[in-house]
């Protein structure tokens, strides 16, 4: 069964450094988006993508990050300058054209020291 | 704006015993509904949505869901727990077929032998 899969599992990083999680959409979909989930919090949506361009994002989704699809499979999520509050762990989903069901990777744990 | 209110971060039921796992939205617009499930060290599953059709909505697994209107409620039942139920279950509304998810805090279940 296809799924979303996404690299590193997890990733400590130092305060001030970038980072760029990555993440493998399901093959034939077209929708990606990212959320966190900071520990002991909700989940919070972060951004959302199609046709290569950012069709929504919220209030988090500052000037510190950003998200490019830089090949056909590909799909990441840049944090320029990590900062602590940004340790969360982070999901990314996809889905299909008409779907309106979105399939979840199993996340990446980001520390911030 | 959207919101969801899950009644109880910890829940714990007996094996075989009924599961009911409480959610309660907000929305402006009628909404898309979701359950998903995140077992330990993965990614959320999509155990079930509403999507405007039929109010009882089946899913995997042996859950079920009920949209209730007039309540604003979601809520989520499986007759009879299983040790594998062990996870935590999220509820989650959209404004629109694949639009952001809002999602509610959460709540872990616990499955006692």
């Known amino acids: 069964e296809p799924e979303v899969t996404q690299t590193p599992s997890h990733q400590v990083t130092q305060m001030g450094q970038e980072v760029i999680l990555r993440c493998v959409p399901i093959?034939?979909?077209?929708?990606f988006y990212w959320y966190r989930q900071i520990l002991g919090q909700k989940v919070e949506f972060l951004v959302s993508?199609?046709?290569?361009?950012?069709?929504?994002k919220s209030e988090i989704f500052d000037d510190q990050f950003s998200v490019e699809r830089p090949d056909g499979s590909n799909f990441t999520l840049k944090i320029r300058s990590t900062k602590l509050e940004d340790s969360a762990m982070y999901f990314c989903?996809?889905?299909?054209?008409?779907?309106?069901?979105?399939?979840f990777g199993p996340g990446t744990r980001l520390t911030v020291t | 704006a959207q919101s969801v209110t899950q009644l109880g971060s910890h829940v714990s039921v007996s094996e075989g015993a009924l599961v009911l796992l409480r959610c309660n939205y907000s929305?402006?617009?009628?909404?898309?509904l979701f359950w998903y499930v995140q077992y330990p060290n993965q990614g959320l599953q999509l155990l079930l949505k509403?999507?405007?059709?039929?109010?009882l909505v089946k899913g995997i697994n042996g859950f079920e869901a009920e949209f209730k209107k007039s309540e604003t409620s979601f809520h989520l039942t499986k007759p009879s727990a299983h040790m594998s139920d062990a996870a935590e279950y999220f509820c989650?509304?959209?404004?629109?077929?694949?639009?952001?998810?809002?999602f509610g805090g959460g709540t872990r279940v616990l499955v006692k032998p």
């Open positions: 989903a996809s889905r299909e054209d008409r779907g309106n069901e979105q399939y």
């Open positions: 093959s034939n979909h077209l929708y």
């Open positions: 993508f199609y046709n290569n361009e950012i069709s929504e």
């Open positions: 929305s402006s617009v009628p909404p898309y």
């Open positions: 509403y999507t405007s059709a039929a109010t």
């Open positions: 989650a509304v959209s404004k629109a077929a694949g639009n952001k998810l809002t």
